[in-house]
């Protein structure tokens, strides 16, 4: 009973403490998005770069820089990777092999940040320091600064400016990334998550036997890790290790910070659309499913078949820290693959059929609720889009979103972005199945093994991170096809999203008219909800048919 109330509380302050940033974090990042005004750091910054920080960019221009700017940060991290055992702070570290780098450096870049590596055996400090914190601030920055392009387009009218990229990359990393890192990494270090430049220390176990223990500057890179929904881990285990997540009390801050952003969101969105109505519409599906997922997965791992052990000790404990128990680990896992986190706190392929189904069909759904840091965002409002195109069909009349006409060139854009996520990972999972080699790298076999290939393709494309685990992933054909499903699957939607606002930046502006669908009411909220849970349904149901559903009911 104590598990009980302990869960319900945990999940009640959650709730409240991301209830009460809700306002003041989307008012801000409001501000930050649409001020006039350049710090001097900020300046610095253009000039140091030759950029101009008074002009605004059409949606071409700006998927250009979107696209130069990672496809830099790639070869930069690549290099890094490669040549880390000549670094400052290398600990003895080799460097990484060829395959393995890019697979590193085009999932940290795309904001997925998996991992086929033991991070504290297989980076050195430096490398992890200059080279993947900096990109986890740098690719969460670029998920906000497309949704603000978007956002923009639902904003302006007759126009094909959507704003100026390096300036929104700047500012919410100045403005919004670090100053919120900064602070909440000293309450981890405060709440014991370890922050120093120690190498590995030999202990003496309480069995009498000898343990070495690397250290590190683990507080700073894992407030970054959860508050840019990025999920790299310090250590292999990733959050589940002590010096990462010690606490119960750090484990809610950690979660807290997955989700704060990515909920505040929609409330920058209705400030900039100048209809706040509309952003209670938005977060209120986003929580809707939120709460939903994490009463399944709970409720799996609570009541599901296991062993006599198992049910004493109040669940399936198996894959999960003692600190936590079922509920926080049930938590955690629903958030972070509810964003494009990837973090975890326990092992997903220790999940029973439909905690792990659940974990898998919440990636599917395209990381929207809330999703990545900009990501969700902009994911979801394109399902809106959907949605009224949908019951504009319905009615027999032109859908119109936020004053403008979704037309068929919107719809194309809409529709194209539904469509790639779902071909990279069924495409991917595919392939792997039918590659003998491949399906020799899954651990287990039947449809447990086929899980797990589709977990990883799905947290690939969908740009989570997370691991199912019992898959040799670091090979050369792994990592080259993970790799490229996360570059499409970041990139190719982020083309679609900046071809969208542009489009609908150029219109003028409707006239609200009686058979105008409003879409700040609860009725809109049902009919998107609906929306989101059919495509995804006919999309992958087939896969899920021969994966965890199959296995649930063996």
Known sequence: MSDT??????????????????????????????????????????????????????????LRSVLAFSAVSVLFLYGFLRLQNHLLLALGTPRMTAGQAFDTAASFVTNTNWQSYSGESALGYFVQMTGLAVQNFASAAVG?????????????????????????????????????????????????????????????????????????PVASQETIKELGTNGGGFYNANSAHPFENPTAFTNLIEVYLLLVVSFALPRTFGVMVGDRR????????????????????????????????????????????????????????ASTTLTS???????HDSYSPGGGGMTIFNMMLGEIAPGGTGSGL?????????????????????????????RSREMKFASLYILTTPAVVLIGAGIAMALPGERAAMLNSGPHGFSEVLYAFTSAANNNGSAFAGLSAD??????????????????PMIFVLALAGSLAG?????????TLPTHRPQFAGLLTAVILIVVGLTYFPALALGPLAEGLH
């Open 507 to 515: 219109q003028r502006p409707v006239p609200v008219s009686a058979g």
């Open 144 to 216: 906000i600064a497309v949704v603000a392009a978007l956002m923009r387009g639902f904003a302006r009218t007759k126009t094909d400016q959507v704003g100026n990229f390096w300036v929104d990359v700047t500012r919410v990393v100045l403005r919004v990334l670090l100053p919120i890192a900064f602070v909440f990494a000293i309450v981890l270090v405060a709440s014991g998550v370890i922050q120093n430049f120690h190498g590995a220390q030999d202990v003496t176990t309480i069995a009498g036997g000898h343990q070495s223990i690397t250290g590190g």
């Open 5 to 62: 109330l302990g869960g319900w509380l945990e999940i009640l302050v959650l709730a409240v403490a991301v209830a009460l940033s809700f306002r003041p974090l989307g008012d801000y990042m409001a501000h930050v998005l649409t001020s006039p005004r350049h710090w001097r750091l900020e300046r610095l910054v253009y000039r140091v770069g030759g950029l101009s920080g008074d002009a605004d960019q059409a949606w071409g221009a700006y």
């Open 278 to 333: 509309q952003s209670y519409a938005i977060v209120a599906v986003m929580v809707l499913i939120w709460a939903v997922s994490v009463a399944l997965v709970t409720l799996n791992e609570l009541h599901s078949i296991s062993s006599t052990a198992g049910h004493l000790a109040g669940g399936m404990m198996e894959g999960k820290e003692q600190r936590f128990g079922v509920w926080a680990s049930a938590l955690f896992a």
């Open 475 to 492: 090979t050369t054909w792994y990592n080259t096809a993970l790799g490229l499903a996360m570059l499409v699957g970041r990139f190719l």
């Open 378 to 406: 902009y994911g979801i409002l394109i399902l809106a889009v959907v949605t009224v195109f949908v019951a504009g069909l319905m009615v027999g009349r032109t859908p119109e979103y936020l004053g403008k006409k979704l």
């Open 341 to 347: 986190t990837g973090a975890v706190n326990s092992s």
